[in-house]
């Protein structure tokens, strides 16, 4: 069974630049979360999305949106790059969501912005 | 405001001795607690969890321990081996939204 694919890995963006992520779920998962892990900061969430509706959304600016599709692929869209914006990405899918329990990580995106 | 704090951003021991993970917590909602463990270049993957209404939950090795009334958990791992190199994070949540710490760094020496 796959697990959770990100794409792309890696990739470099100028300041005032936007950025788009992607990530398929393991089949069959319906919710997907992303978070952002800078160092000292650990995982911060950015938001969740379940049957394309977004159910849950952390403290971050409206230039980091998202969305999901019918078949549970998400992507989430960071516009006007700041230089603080440069992290790891993380998606995460479970089956059904609404219940930490047990969240498949994928291996990240890691956006540099210069 | 960091409601889940790991103190220890890293921690090293010999192989075959304990490892204790410490990580603190502010929210009281906090129902649901959880630790990954996270190897570079790779995604975390889940280890062990532990509901508000235990004290204790085992795996093999990994044994978790809540202190709802300090506010604090710890994960051991006993015993440990160079495998378990590693940063782990502890999270909470009510719900789908996790909180994570910090992580702490463990290097387990042969």
């Known amino acids: 069974k796959a697990g959770v694919t990100q794409t792309p890995r890696y990739l470099i963006k100028t300041r005032g630049q936007q950025v788009t992520l992607s990530c398929s779920p393991i089949s069959g998962h319906r919710s997907v979360s992303w978070y952002q892990q800078t160092p000292g900061q650990g995982l911060q969430f950015l938001f969740e999305y379940f049957s394309e509706t977004q159910r849950n959304k952390g403290n971050f600016p409206g230039r980091f949106s998202g969305r999901q599709f019918s078949n549970s692929r998400s992507e989430m869209n960071v516009s006007t790059l700041e230089l603080g914006d440069s992290a790891l990405y993380l998606c995460a899918s479970s089956l059904v969501g609404g219940f930490a329990g047990e969240l498949f990580f994928g291996e990240g995106s890691r956006l540099t912005v210069l | ?110």
């Open chain 2, 1 to 110: 405001d960091q409601q889940v704090k790991q103190n220890s951003p890293s921690l090293s021991v010999q192989e075959g001795r304990i490892s204790i993970l410490n990580c603190d917590y502010t929210n009281s909602m906090f129902d649901y607690f959880l630790w990954y463990k996270k190897y570079p270049a790779e995604g975390p993957t889940f280890l062990i969890s532990i509901s508000s209404i235990k004290d204790k939950n085992e795996d093999g090795r990994f044994t978790v321990f809540l202190n709802k009334s300090a506010k604090h958990l710890s994960l051991h791992i006993v015993p440990s081996q160079p495998g378990d190199s590693a940063v782990y994070f502890c999270a909470a949540s009510p719900g789908s939204r996790l909180t994570f710490g910090e992580g702490t760094q463990l290097t387990v020496n042969p």
